[in-house]
């Protein structure tokens, strides 16, 4: 009657090998760790980056762990955080001698201590929070109004200049708002005007009125079309963050999209938030000069002479020095967009564009003047400015579409771009959530949440050892079972453990030993009745299943609630709570009964089991059984 | 051990207006609270600024809030948190200012007068975001609401549907009550503690709605009354005992969680206490109101209950 087929068992142990496998990597916790990674695209990380760092630490005399690289980063482990900080400082002046402008990122990490073995089987510790690792949280909100009058304004510009071509006489372009309004004189050329729209501007609706004498046209961005800008302005705004957060020196930073017009950032171990604000916050600009290809630059380019008066020396990406002239042709306001593709022709990697119309115009005859001579594109950032490309100009471009092409790679094309449109295009952004939990509080956290979900899994596990007696004790290693499926659950997934998730573990374990708590008032219920020892356990379990699956479902009922509706500290309570209610049912039940079963299942005569006083009120002999 | 030696089914239903007299009386004294003074909604709600300062030795709160006022904030709470070192300044969304800065002045004004200062967390929260954060709290507490009563309607009937939500709604209610009367700080985590405490609660009348059910197809010869008597005096050592171990768990986060968990632990004690009430008193008793009948519950699975596990099949041993 209470017995387990061996498959049941079978799932039982699997299920306890592999919950043990994966909750292992939190015992051996993490170690701190410095991180290296490369700040350039045109760098890789090679073998010789890996030997620097090992002489570097070797010169300054630290011991480390152990020097992996894994990927596109090298990692070392020290035993304490006070080797870690002076390791980063060792490895920052090897690998980064000039400070103002470092190849590699150096960061502090933590890093799993769990041996190679575990790690091969991509086992590792628990994700913590912020509130349990120290950092700083933001969230910025992008203001897609604005990109779309950006947007607007610059259409406005183009329709102008496509009403010229067509000699479309029209009687004013403004905007207003995210709508551009044409004014007509007359029926005729508003047809006119609405054919160039319709051919030229697929983006744009058009709806005309009459206003008085005159003719009124109001053109709208489409919503498909709306909906791009700011999928657009979106992407933009996270990779300039990517570029900017890479200077910051974080291990693991978090950029992500939430919703359809807000970034979340988050920055683990970082703790100022000064200069991360600063890094957030700052706008990029882009120029474009002429290159000053006199005699006097060419001898200060490459380091003979003075930089001639009224030019300025600035460096290339590779390191070149390229002498650039200080009157400024267009700056970013001008360019509409930048992408990597392919020259037609030859097929080689290219950079595309896009100019309004302004800028067209300028860039027109900028280029009809200099064919044969460079130009030079520069990005300006924190006031330091870097010139991104500096192309020969072959012919005259009109139309504002440019393209830049030679010498490139497809890499350098999508990393230029990138570039190019960090310094325009990006929606304005507002920083509307910011968190900043000091490293100390994250350590009290943990401490604090370690402990309550401690003690109050002892004190549980007491009272129902001494309740229940044996069956008491099965329920409580079944608690400890659950505790450990939670764990590795959570390690599997690598979900956020926060201190709200913490306790909501603690909870869970709270609630879980209700279902335990059923089984056994049952089994009672049913010995006092004058059921047969084996007959009870049987039907204590099967009864309570009935219940302890309603039950079970209206908490996850309000878990998933949480998890759909919640936010931050929320939606890491909610993870927790779910995921502790599904294994509390296979640990509550099938674990214990497997248990209960090994124990007494194979006793054919069994007189009496340990549950604790099955008190009778008919007779006044108590039926005490151990 | 055995704390429940009970002869003979406690007659709970004789008095289930008495209970639901005392439950109506706290209901309403709660809603007065809760419209009166409001409850005290934290920054994640209000929008603002937070901060967290430790000093080395105990802090001067007069001075620190002297020092924040001077720098032109207005309506800054200052108070202990935790221990005397630790100290909690609130400010509130400050219009014009750009306050994504404002915690950096606060605490380089606070650096100046004493050297031992340092941030431990900041949070700041911009307006727009509180007003969302309330919303999808009550979509989230819509959610729960409907999805358990959808699920005890089809489970068990809707007339337990009904019962088991206003006894739990009542509860939380009760829970904010408490919150408006001490004003007491209501965090994001006290929100997931309510909702939780609700799907915990209910599961609590599902256990005794289960017995009713159950006693139902068992005894033909009792009336409702009987039968609900019955069920809630055979459920509650374990409703006792369960409840006593998760507060166990709570009372250990109480004491060991710090100043963080402490109202989110608060929150779920008022819960797990005022489960145990509603849903052994006031859910049974609404159910019995609404009129309950074997009929219900009995339709049709006769047949099904034939088999070994019905105790009235006959003795199987």
């Known amino acids: ?626 | 051990m055995e704390f429940f030696k009970i002869r003979r089914d406690i007659p709970f239903m004789r008095h289930a207006l008495v209970f639901n007299l005392i439950s109506l009386v706290t209901f309403l004294a709660a809603l007065f609270f809760l419209f009166s003074r409001g409850l005290h909604l934290s920054v994640e709600f209000t929008g603002g600024t937070l901060m967290e300062v430790s000093y080395s030795q105990p802090a001067d709160l007069n001075a620190i809030r002297g020092a924040v006022a001077a720098l032109g904030i207005n309506d800054v709470q200052v108070q202990n948190f935790g221990t005397a070192q630790d100290v909690l300044i609130r400010m509130p969304v400050q219009k014009g200012s750009n306050s994504s800065q404002q915690s950096e002045r606060v605490l380089s004004t606070l650096k100046a007068a004493d050297a031992s200062a340092t941030l431990r967390r900041t949070e700041f929260v911009g307006p727009q975001v509180g007003d969302e954060l309330a919303a999808d709290g009550l979509k989230a507490l819509a959610f729960v609401v409907t999805g358990i009563m959808l699920y005890l309607a089809i489970r068990f009937e809707w007339k337990f549907a009904v019962a088991a939500i206003i006894a739990n709604m009542h509860d939380v209610i009760i829970i904010l009550g408490f919150f408006a009367f001490f004003q007491w700080e209501f965090s994001l985590p006290v929100l997931a503690a309510v909702l939780a405490v609700l799907g915990y609660s209910v599961n609590e009348s599902v256990v005794i709605f289960d017995r009713i059910r159950e006693n139902f197809r068992r005894y033909r010869k009792m009336n409702t009354t009987q039968i609900i008597d019955n069920a809630i005096t055979s459920t509650i050592s374990r409703t006792i005992i369960t409840h006593g171990s998760t507060q166990l768990m709570v009372l250990s986060m109480l004491l060991f969680g710090g100043a963080t968990l402490h109202y989110f632990a608060l929150a779920l004690t008022i819960g797990i206490l005022f489960g145990i009430y509603s849903s052994v008193f006031v859910a049974a008793a609404i159910a019995m109101w609404l009129g309950i009948q074997r009929e219900d519950l009995v339709k049709g699975g006769m047949k099904k209950d034939e088999d070994p596990n019905d105790p009235n099949a006959g003795a199987m041993v």
């Open chain 1, 1 to 626: 009657m209470n017995r387990y087929p061996v498959w049941k068992y079978a799932i039982i142990l699997i299920a306890l090998v592999v919950g043990g496998l994966y909750a292992l990597p939190n015992v051996f916790g993490e170690a701190p760790a410095v991180q290296v990674s490369v700040a350039k695209a045109a760098l890789t990380l090679d073998a010789s980056a890996l030997t620097r760092v090992e002489e570097a630490l070797k010169a300054a005399g630290i011991a480390a762990d152990a020097v992996v690289q894994d990927g596109a980063s090298i990692k070392a482990r020290f035993a304490d955080t006070d080797a870690q900080l002076k390791a980063k400082d060792a490895i920052q002046k090897a690998l980064n001698p000039d400070a103002a402008d470092p190849s590699y990122v150096v960061a502090l990490n933590l890093l799993s201590r769990s041996p190679a073995w575990l790690t091969a089987l991509n086992a590792s510790p628990m994700y913590l929070g912020l509130d349990l690792r120290g950092g700083v949280h933001f969230m910025l909100q992008v203001d897609m109004p604005a990109a779309l009058a950006k947007k607007a304004e610059s259409l406005a510009g183009d329709i102008r200049s496509g009403f010229r071509e067509k000699n479309v006489r029209h009687g004013g372009i403004s905007r207003n708002g995210q709508t551009i309004e044409i004014r007509f004189r007359d029926a005729q050329t508003v047809e006119a005007a609405k054919r160039v729209i319709q051919d030229q501007f697929p983006d744009l609706v058009t709806v005309e009125s009459a206003d008085g004498a005159d003719f009124k046209m109001v053109a709208s961005i489409k919503p498909v079309a709306a909906r791009n800008v700011q999928d657009q302005a979106l992407k933009q705004n996270i990779t300039t963050l990517h570029n900017r957060i890479n200077e910051l020196g974080v291990a693991e930073p978090v950029i992500q999209q939430q919703g359809l017009d807000r970034i979340v950032v988050q920055l683990p171990g970082v703790q100022d938030t000064a200069k991360a604000k600063d890094i957030l916050g700052r706008t990029a600009t882009l120029e474009i000069r002429m290159v000053d290809e006199g005699a006097e630059a060419r001898s200060a380019e490459t380091g003979n002479g003075p930089v001639p008066f009224g030019s300025e020396r600035f460096l290339e990406r590779n390191g070149q020095a390229v002498i650039v002239k200080k009157q400024v042709i267009l700056t970013g306001e001008n360019l509409t967009d930048a992408q990597p593709g392919f020259d037609n022709q030859t097929q080689e990697a290219a950079v595309h564009l896009t100019l309004d119309a302004k800028g067209a115009r300028i860039f027109r005859d900028v280029t009809r003047e200099s064919i044969g001579k460079r130009m030079a594109i520069l990005l300006f950032e924190k006031g330091k400015g870097e010139v991104v490309t500096a192309p020969v100009i072959r012919s005259e471009i009109g139309g504002g579409r440019v393209q830049i092409s030679g010498r490139m790679t497809t890499v350098e094309a999508a990393d230029t771009a990138l570039l190019l449109r960090a310094g325009s295009l990006a929606a304005p952004m507002e920083i509307i959530e910011e968190r900043t939990i000091g490293p100390s509080l994250g350590a009290e956290n943990i401490a604090k949440g370690f402990n309550s979900v401690t003690w109050g899994f002892v004190a549980v596990s007491i009272f129902m050892c001494a309740y229940y007696m044996l069956f008491g004790m099965i329920s409580s290693v079944s608690l400890a079972f659950n505790l450990l499926l939670l764990v590795a659950v959570l390690s599997m997934l690598q979900a956020t453990l926060t201190l709200p998730g913490m306790a909501a573990m603690a909870l869970v374990l709270g609630m879980a030993i209700d279902a335990n708590v059923l089984i056994n008032e049952r089994v009672r219920e049913e010995l006092r009745n004058g059921a047969s020892p084996q007959a009870a356990i049987h039907a204590g379990y099967d009864r309570a299943w009935a219940t302890i699956i309603d039950s079970n479902v209206t908490t996850l009922i309000a878990g998933l609630a949480l998890l759909a509706f919640g936010s931050g500290p929320v939606r890491g309570f909610a993870v927790v709570h779910c995921l502790g209610i599904l294994t509390s049912m296979f640990s509550g039940v099938f674990f214990s009964r497997g248990v209960v079963n090994l124990w007494y299942g194979r006793q054919k005569k069994l007189k009496s089991v340990s549950i604790g006083t099955v008190w009778r009120p008919d007779s006044a002999n108590q039926v005490t059984t151990n």
